[in-house]
């Protein structure tokens, strides 16, 4: 039976598995203070201390490394790529160590597979990594020139969802078309079609949700960066973390929300079912793009959880196709099952090159 270690690191955290074919033996996540992290300027400076703790918990719960089959990672911010897996290979190294489109935690991760699958001599894979994009040419067009939509978002969790969804109904994920709303922190729409996600609405453009603000009003969101009272990093963090729910109503738990229209407040009522209904149009904002012929729209995610949430998604959308819910994430199974079915000749790891000069 393949043994797998699934690695996951991020900001705060580090989340490792083992899994024994499609089961997990532990999954754990390593938390890591403010203080452990300040003497590392960059992300890529956390390799080592990472790798150790890794290493340190597979022999807490005598994991032996001689044991594991392969190791799969969650991708870092690399160069857009295709879905599917990548094997991790000294030019994927290179590119997240001198020319990642971002500093982000889930760099690390195929930094610390590549160590330990070359002291192993095991195949090492990247799956469904965080700048997947896909989206058709048409769909990447805006009204500047200057400006491309993307289609890099929750890629790992909506594709997984996909999948299931074909498996459940013994079609082919590229046999399928089917719209997923991933509901979190982010709320993202995106649209997969012959075996590809040829259109996707992130949650920097989509409906806002509980950290999030979404698509805003574009001339008011200039105004609002001349006006002095903001400067790059504060307007970035206003829009990316301080948004959303919790702009709204100083929270970014959509339970306490519940809890609130419960006991009869209704300007709760007022936003939540506002967030609702941007999740709804953005769902319909999809479907023109296969003429409306959509198998399901599967709804994805923590917030996927309320049936509240759900319904009324369901009420305004299965005008266009069943409406299917498969609540939460699992990231790290979906890392395990991507893995598995390259080391059964399911699918093909694709080779990652380095560009030197990427120009994002």
């Not at 990247?126 to 058709?136: F, K, P």
């Not at 969101?221 to 206003?238: A, P, R, T």
Request: hydrophobic residues 40%.
């Amino acid at each position: 039976m393949e043994r797998l270690l699934i690695l996951n690191p991020g900001s705060t955290s580090t989340k490792l598995a083992v899994f024994d074919g499609e089961e997990p033996l532990f999954v754990e996540s390593i938390t890591h203070s403010a203080e452990e992290l300040a003497p590392f300027d960059c992300v890529a400076d956390q390799y080592e201390f990472r790798r150790d703790l890794v290493l340190d918990c597979l022999k807490r719960h005598d994991i032996a490394l001689e044991s594991l089959t392969a190791i799969v990672s969650r991708g870092g911010l690399l160069t857009p790529i295709e879905a599917g897996a990548y094997e991790v290979n000294d030019d994927m190294v290179w590119q997240l160590k001198n020319k990642p489109q971002n500093e982000h935690a889930s760099n690390v991760g195929a930094m610390i597979a590549r160590s330990i699958s070359l002291q192993l001599n095991i195949p090492a894979y990247i799956y469904d990594g965080v700048t997947v994009d896909e989206l058709l040419p048409i769909n990447k067009i805006t009204g500047l020139p200057l400006l491309r939509r993307k289609g890099m978002g929750h890629n790992l969790n909506t594709r997984a969802a996909a999948m299931r969804y074909a498996r459940e109904n013994d079609k082919s994920y590229e046999d399928i078309t089917v719209i997923v709303a991933h509901l979190g922190g982010g709320i993202s729409v995106n649209l997969h079609h012959n075996g590809k996600v040829e259109d996707f609405i992130n949650d920097e453009e989509g409906p806002f949700s509980p950290e999030r603000a979404g698509g805003l009003p574009m001339f008011d969101v200039i105004k609002m960066c001349f006006s002095g009272e903001y400067d790059y990093k504060s307007m970035m963090k206003l829009v990316k973390s301080k948004g959303g729910l919790l702009a709204h109503l100083g929270t970014t738990d959509s339970r306490e929300v519940e809890k609130m229209i419960q006991d009869g407040n209704e300007h709760a009522k007022l936003i939540y079912d506002a967030m609702i209904l941007n999740i709804a149009k953005n769902i319909g904002k999809v479907a023109p793009g296969v003429c409306g012929k959509v198998d399901a729209i599967l709804l994805t995610g923590g917030i996927a959880y309320s049936n509240y949430v759900t319904s009324e998604i369901e009420k305004r959308v299965s005008f266009i196709a069943p409406v299917v819910v498969y609540a939460g994430e699992d990231e790290m199974r979906s890392l395990a099952l991507g893995g598995l079915r390259v080391l059964r000749g399911e699918e093909k790891a694709k080779t990652f090159v380095k560009n030197e000069n990427p120009g994002y």
